[in-house]
């Protein structure tokens, strides 16, 4: 994981957060990029992570939307604050198909009790990214 956070004390709290997100290994989940305020990762298709069609579950889509937004807003705070969504809401735009799923999430707006986000679920075809899914989130600072 490449990471871009100046501070090393928040990239570090970020990189252990990661590291207890059980779900998130379970799947195959892997974070490529921590940057303040916006994180990348990237998922291999795999056969159970389908639905009936084929195509990644609408489920997971959510949780990649969430668990990226998520991580992005801890970049964003202080060293004894948490994140917990408080909301989320997901666009399904085009079934996701590919041999590996990307999702990026970024801090919209910075607060001291809220961090307004936003993410994204994409694939790569062709040499052209395409955006399938796109969320919003409100992430509460405990």
């Not at 917990?84 to 085009?94: A, I, M």
């Not at 986000?117 to 994409?122: K, L, N, R």
Request: include cysteine.
């Amino acid at each position: 994981m490449k990471n871009y956070i100046n501070n090393p004390q928040i990239a570090a709290k970020v990189a252990h957060k990661i590291s207890l997100n059980k779900f998130s290994h379970h799947i195959g989940l892997q974070y490529t990029e921590l940057h303040e305020g916006r994180v990348l990762a990237e998922l291999p298709m795999q056969e159970h992570l389908e639905q009936q069609n084929g195509y990644l579950h609408g489920g997971l889509v959510a949780m990649l939307c969430d668990t990226v937004a998520g991580f992005a807003a801890y970049t964003n705070i202080g060293l004894t604050e948490q994140v917990v969504t408080g909301e989320l809401k997901v666009s399904y735009f085009y079934p996701v198909v590919g041999e590996v799923i990307y999702a990026r999430g970024w801090v919209v707006k910075g607060g001291k009790r809220i961090q307004f986000c936003e993410s994204e679920v994409y694939v790569i075809h062709n040499a052209q990214e395409r955006v399938c899914d796109k969320a919003t989130t409100t992430m509460v600072v405990i």
